[in-house]
Each structure stands twice: as structure tokens, then as C-alpha cells.
């Protein structure tokens, strides 16, 4: 199946420092990828979808301008956090979309998720 | 609409006992339906998909899911529990390929006692 990496895999940081988080898809282009985050013991959260060469998308109540996405080439998008503080500690992951032709003219959409990064801001 | 529900937010079942974990959607179009695991702090592994080619799907590590258009459900289903089972489940739905948002189920939590 397709790989998607995250790095790095864990980070730590002072309160106000910036983070930036890299996701790469392996072995194909993704032309979408989207960013996550999960709290403890909970689903995932989508914050926005990451378009190449466009602007991304983000959902209601995810500031902009705090998640800053990069979606500079077909294998890879960033996520920095600005100004981290304590709230935003959370695992967060990335994932690629994959759009397959199947059997009988029809397609499926697949995404396939990184690691995850796990943020830690003191 | 479109939505997912788990209807079990954490199951136990004992070693080489079968694995149940059930999923309902809700969907005004055709759906592509996901199972992935999540294994602590580690990110999301794709167990298998629904793509529409036949109604019980097989996937990695001796799981399968069953797609029910009547009933609007997508179980997953093992016939033996391994310890290494033990993880975090979502079932995924895709209410439109290529167009709508991708919709998490909230998870479920599947204990493998030895």
C-alpha cells in the first residue's frame, strides 16, 4: 500500500516557539493531503485539507493563521504551529488522499495516514 | 446527511474468541466505507475498503467486514483474537468519492484478554 511519513515523530518545545511538521507521501503524488488532530482517547479531528499549489481549506474553528499549511509539491505538505502554547500539545497526523479507478467504472477514495507527530509544548 | 456511528466504544473479548466491532452509516449517496487500527501512539493502518466490487471485504490480519446496503451497516468481524489485536478502531466513510468529507466513527477500543 502507499506510505506516508511524518517527521518528526515526537517534538518538544517552549511556549511561543514555532513547530513545523513534515508529511511526505512515499511512493506516489498526492495532490490532496489533509491534516488531523486527535486528543487522548478520542477521533480524529480534521483542521484543514491541504491542496498542491493552492491555498488550503481549513474547517470552522481552526485559526489560519496559526496552523500554517504548505503544500509546495506532490509529496509533501507542512503544518507549522506558530507561537506553540500548552493547548496545543496534541498528536497530530497528516494523511494523503489516493483517488483509484476499480472494477466497472468506479473509483475509490483512500486516504493514507502518516505516524503522526506528537507535540509536546512546555 | 452523512454520518458514522460505532455503536461500541470499547469491547473485550478473550484470546481466540471471534471479534465483533460494529459500524453504522448514514449516507444520501453511494459510500466507500473504511475499517483502520490504530495501535497506541502510532498513526491510522488501513485494514480494508469497500469498493463496491462484492459486499464482504477481506482485509490484513485475518479481518473482514461485510457491507449491508438494507441495513446500513459495515461490522468488522475476526474469527480468532490475537493479543496483538488489541487497538483502537474507526470505521471511516467517504459519503461521495472524490467529493465530500471523509467522516470518523469516534472509535472503538477492542481489549484482548489473555
Known amino acids: 500500500g502507499a506510505v506516508v511519513s511524518q517527521h518528526p515523530s515526537r517534538v518538544i518545545c517552549k511556549s511561543g516557539t514555532s513547530v513545523k511538521i513534515e508529511c511526505r507521501s512515499l511512493?506516489?503524488?498526492?495532490?490532496?493531503m489533509f491534516w488531523y488532530r486527535q486528543f487522548p482517547k478520542k477521533s480524529l479531528m480534521l483542521m484543514a485539507t491541504?491542496?498542491?499549489?493552492?491555498?488550503?481549506?481549513?474547517e470552522q474553528g481552526v485559526e489560519k493563521d496559526k496552523f500554517l499549511i504548505n503544500h509546495a509539491s506532490l509529496t509533501l505538505s507542512t503544518l507549522t504551529v506558530t507561537s506553540a502554547h500548552p493547548e496545543d500539545s496534541s498528536f497530530y497526523i497528516c494523511?494523503?488522499?489516493?483517488?483509484?479507478?476499480?472494477?466497472?467504472?468506479?473509483?475509490?477514495?483512500?486516504?493514507?495516514f502518516g505516524p503522526g507527530t506528537r507535540l509536546t509544548v512546555l | 446527511a452523512q454520518s458514522v456511528t460505532q455503536l461500541d466504544s470499547h469491547v473485550s473479548v478473550s484470546e481466540g474468541t471471534p471479534v465483533l466491532l460494529r459500524c453504522n452509516y448514514s449516507?444520501?449517496?453511494?459510500?466507500?466505507l473504511f475499517w483502520y487500527v490504530q495501535h497506541p501512539n502510532k498513526g491510522l493502518q488501513l485494514l480494508l475498503k469497500?469498493?463496491?466490487?462484492?459486499?464482504l471485504v477481506k482485509g490484513i490480519n485475518g479481518f473482514e467486514a461485510e457491507f449491508k446496503k438494507s441495513e446500513t451497516s459495515f461490522h468488522l468481524t475476526k474469527p480468532s483474537a490475537h493479543m496483538s489485536d488489541a487497538a483502537e478502531y474507526f470505521c471511516?466513510?467517504?459519503?461521495?468519492?472524490?467529493?465530500?468529507?471523509?467522516?470518523f466513527g469516534a472509535g472503538t477500543r477492542l481489549f484482548v484478554k489473555a
Open positions: 494523511s494523503a488522499r489516493v483517488l483509484a479507478s476499480g472494477s466497472g467504472g468506479t473509483s475509490t477514495d483512500t486516504q493514507y
Open positions: 511512493d506516489f503524488q498526492a495532490t490532496t
Open positions: 491541504s491542496n498542491e499549489g493552492s491555498k488550503a481549506t481549513y
Open positions: 449516507s444520501s449517496y453511494s459510500p466507500s
Open positions: 469497500y469498493t463496491s466490487a462484492a459486499t
Open positions: 471511516v466513510v467517504t459519503p461521495y468519492t472524490g467529493g465530500f468529507k471523509t467522516i
